[in-house]
């Protein structure tokens, strides 16, 4: 499916500026995506997917982002959910002791987006950002379902996805961390509050949740699982996002040499050397991204397919932004106005390093692992 991505990226890109003014979601992307089957990439082939791994996800991912990094943002979410459903395996789902009802709804939930549902995730929310052990939303037992209560922030695509995965805490039992699969319909609303710096077209407004669903839609089918599988393997709730961004960095150094020939100033040295270090600290970052998801494919949750999950996303985020501000400087300051391509990928580039993890956490959870802690429970920057 590389190629579909490859061949929907300019498609992308000549939107991208109208999404970013207005703010507005990026639908006919998304029925690009939908008509291209890339909403079932991460579904496995028995339910009429792809079946498509890791690498394979980051290496699609790469190429959406540098069409609109905003779009591949919010595939990134959906491939989150549905490529975690998939890595629940038979074999894995013996081992947890899962009952064959969760099964069954992970199958529904994957044979869905194969036929073209797609994903939102609901986690992040005001004062707690997605910091897993903070979160106020809660869930109780209702009948044969579950109550869940709270509200949401950057929910990209809020509004528009097909379901939404809600992380929340037990009101009988705050150590325990569930996620659950929430249809739009009553008991959901969506508040527009998105309207920021960077990222403009991702919706990601607010969420608020006064539901109740069934009991398919804990996923697992047992409570309290969230905290343990971001701990184990962390690549869909850390990695996924650095293919994003440095398809986002790779983008502004293209449009740098775009600008830089149509303005004849390839002949000034410190242009060049600008855009040569700009290749190699992007080529460089999208090695170890690939580095990183060919190993969460080979080996996940291993202690050193994990250190590159994390390093993986530090230096996606740092090198976004630092090769988005040389190209803005390299290209001058016409490139500054509103609608230049640079000025919109500078300011997409500038949110890699704030997105969970935040280059801070990524950079002390690495510290602390080089100096043989726990990085999961130690260290000043918070995690899960």
Not at 166 to 190: E, H, I, L, M, W
Request: hydrophobic content about 45%.
């Amino acid at each position: 499916m590389i190629d579909e991505a490859r061949r929907l990226a300019p498609r992308f890109a000549a939107r991208a500026a109208d999404h970013d003014r207005d703010g507005s979601f990026p639908a006919d992307d998304f029925a690009d995506l939908g008509r291209a089957g890339l909403f079932g990439l991460m579904v496995p082939a028995r339910l009429g997917g792809a079946g498509a791994g890791f690498a394979e996800y980051a290496a699609i991912a790469y190429e959406l982002a540098r069409g609109n990094g905003a779009t591949a943002l919010i595939f990134n979410m959906h491939a989150s959910v549905t490529g975690a459903l998939a890595g629940v395996t038979d074999e894995l789902a013996d081992a947890l002791g899962l009952p064959p009802e969760a099964l069954a709804a992970r199958d529904s939930y994957l044979r869905a987006a194969a036929e073209g549902r797609w994903y939102a995730v609901a986690m992040s929310e005001r004062g707690a950002g997605s910091r897993l052990s903070q979160l106020t939303t809660s869930y109780e037992k209702a009948g044969d379902g579950y109550r869940i209560t709270g509200s949401k922030t950057f929910c990209s695509g809020a509004g528009h996805a097909g379901g939404y995965l809600v992380a929340a805490r037990s009101a009988d039992d705050p150590t325990q961390v569930s996620q659950f699969v929430v249809p739009p319909g009553d008991g959901v609303r969506v508040e527009e509050t998105w309207d920021a710096l960077g990222m403009r077209a991702t919706g990601s407004h607010d969420l608020h949740l006064d539901v109740t669903v069934p009991a398919g839609a804990l996923l697992g089918g047992v409570e309290g699982l969230a905290l343990v599988v971001a701990q184990l393997a962390p690549h869909w709730m850390v990695a996924s996002y650095a293919a994003v961004y440095t398809g986002v960095a790779r983008a502004a150094v293209d449009a740098a040499v775009d600008h830089v020939n149509q303005r004849k100033l390839g002949h000034l040295p410190a242009v060049r050397a600008r855009l040569g270090r700009a290749d190699a600290q992007v080529a460089a970052a999208h090695l170890a991204v690939m580095e990183a998801a060919r190993r969460v494919d080979a080996e996940p949750g291993d202690a050193e397919t994990n250190r590159w999950v994390w390093r993986a996303k530090l230096l996606a985020g740092t090198t976004a932004a630092e090769v988005a501000a040389s190209m803005l400087e390299a290209a001058g300051t016409s490139a500054m106005r509103r609608g230049h391509p640079l000025e919109r990928l500078y300011r997409d580039a500038r949110a890699g390093s704030l997105q969970p993890a935040t280059s801070d956490v990524c950079a002390d959870w690495l510290g602390v692992d080089a100096l043989g802690g726990d990085p999961d429970s130690e260290g000043s920057a918070p995690r899960w």
